[in-house]
């Protein structure tokens, strides 16, 4: 009993990792399956190289905007094919890390549950951090410093990255006031791109029902029914 649960509870650990499994265990294990695409997702997935060669000029932001718009107003029977396509894949997914529970020997789960737990974060993260950039999150805006880093490191053509910053840095310490003002006010800009970006990305998001992806505030002013934000 003791191992069957020990066995179900590897199950449940591999399907929230999005079926990882470690190196080690490749002779064992030979292939996994990558956890299914939701069923908007799959759409956007779908649509996105369309929109992109119609549009080529155009950001991603945009991108997703117009395929947002175009999935509200998919008709409900069209839906449900991208919805049973990704239930489909669900269940063969299960039934295949399924299978690939019975080959772990014992003392293959006690390790493969110590790798899952370490990698567990990271892979997450990762998936989650791929999946943003497929939905066009918009990019965090940069600093001053980091703006002036990123127009002077191309100026510099000779020595390491590491030599390059370096020398980088001690110019912008010697830099004046009034010169590190350009890079200030043109992180000012940045922000405010980032702010008005996110505000309407989020309520893409928002539209298609992916409240996971909302910030605190936005998740808890949408729940309560405040539009400004």
Same mark, same amino acid.
């Given at each position: ?69 175009? !999935? ?99 110019? !912008? ?27 309407? !990305? ?28």
């Amino acid at each position: 009993m003791f191992q069957s649960y020990r066995k179900q509870l590897t199950l449940s650990l591999i399907l929230q990792c999005f079926a990882y499994v470690p190196r080690c265990f490749s002779s064992t294990v030979n292939s996994y399956p990558k956890k299914p695409l939701t069923s908007y997702v799959r759409f956007s997935k779908e649509q996105l190289p369309i929109f992109k060669a119609q549009n080529p000029d155009a950001k991603n932001s945009e991108l997703i905007r117009k395929i947002a718009q175009l !999935w509200r107003e998919l008709p409900d029977s069209e839906k449900k094919i991208y919805e049973d396509a990704y239930r489909a894949d669900w269940q063969a997914y299960k039934e295949e890390i399924n299978r690939i529970q019975e080959q772990l020997t014992p003392s293959q789960i006690v390790s493969l549950e110590k790798e899952i737990q370490q990698k567990r974060l990271k892979k997450k993260a990762l998936i989650k951090k791929r999946e943003l950039t497929m939905l066009g999150k918009p990019k965090r805006p940069r600093s001053a410093y980091n703006i002036y880093i990123a127009e002077r490191f191309q100026e510099h053509k000779d020595g390491t990255s590491q030599v390059k910053l370096k020398t980088i840095n001690e110019n !912008w310490k010697n830099l004046s006031s009034s010169q590190k003002q350009v890079y200030i006010q043109l992180a000012n800009d940045d922000k405010i791109r980032y702010y008005n970006e996110m505000k309407s !990305w989020e309520e893409q998001m928002l539209e298609v029902g992916r409240n996971d992806l909302l910030r605190r505030t936005v998740k808890h002013q949408a729940k309560n029914g405040i539009e400004e934000y």
